[in-house]
């Protein structure tokens, strides 16, 4: 498949993409998803173009205080921010939204940032007491964050010898030697 078949691909996904958000524009730099007001704070190179945020939106930005956005590759690039007055969150602040400028972004890239005017508050699912309880004993903070982590559970296992008289009804057929490994052939007296 070459290059002008892929992108003519692309394009017909695109068109049967629909938008995950009811988004209207009200004015140049105001505009609402979902019933909640957003506004255009700063647009540097003309980098905000409503159709194509319309078309990236993620309802999951909802939960942002901020949202910038990118270009690079002919792509829009949407990353959240959350103010720095938030206590629950861990972050990324829009305090470093200079250094997320600097580092992350093409150098020159247009870009933009919309200010939520009516963020949703973040919900963690808490756990039930019970659980809790059974996954903090005996155990401490960082074994408990690993341990989560990982779709197993790492243990240590001896290596179980068959019982004696088992042991002593086995004997050696053969003894073959290679370049590398060493083989014992054992076989049952029965």
């Not at 992108?7 to 730099?29: F, G, M, N, W, Y």
């Not at 205080?65 to 921010?81: A, H, M, N, T």
């Not at 008289?165 to 029965?190: A, D, G, P, W, Y």
């Amino acid at each position: 498949m070459d290059r002008k078949q892929l992108d003519v691909l692309i394009a017909q996904q695109d068109e049967k993409r629909h938008p995950l958000a009811q988004i209207q524009r009200d004015s140049e730099t105001e505009f609402s998803i979902n019933n909640h007001q957003y506004e255009v704070e700063l647009n540097s190179q003309n980098g905000f173009q409503f159709e194509e945020f319309v078309r990236r939106y993620n309802p999951a930005l909802s939960q942002f205080d901020f949202i910038v956005g990118d270009w690079g590759y002919g792509q829009l690039r949407l990353k959240g921010f959350y103010n720095d007055d938030r206590e629950v969150v861990t972050g990324p602040f829009i305090s470093a939204l200079n250094d997320y400028l600097l580092e992350d972004i093409n150098f020159g890239a247009a870009y933009f940032v919309v200010h939520n005017l009516e963020a949703r508050p973040i919900v963690h699912k808490s756990r039930s007491t019970r659980s809790r309880h059974r996954s903090s004993r005996g155990r401490s903070r960082n074994n408990r964050r690993n341990s989560r982590n990982h779709a197993f559970v790492e243990q240590k296992v001896a290596p179980v010898k068959p019982p004696l008289q088992k042991r002593k009804k086995l004997i050696v057929k053969t003894e073959e030697k290679s370049h590398k490994h060493h083989f014992i052939i054992r076989e049952s007296k029965n």
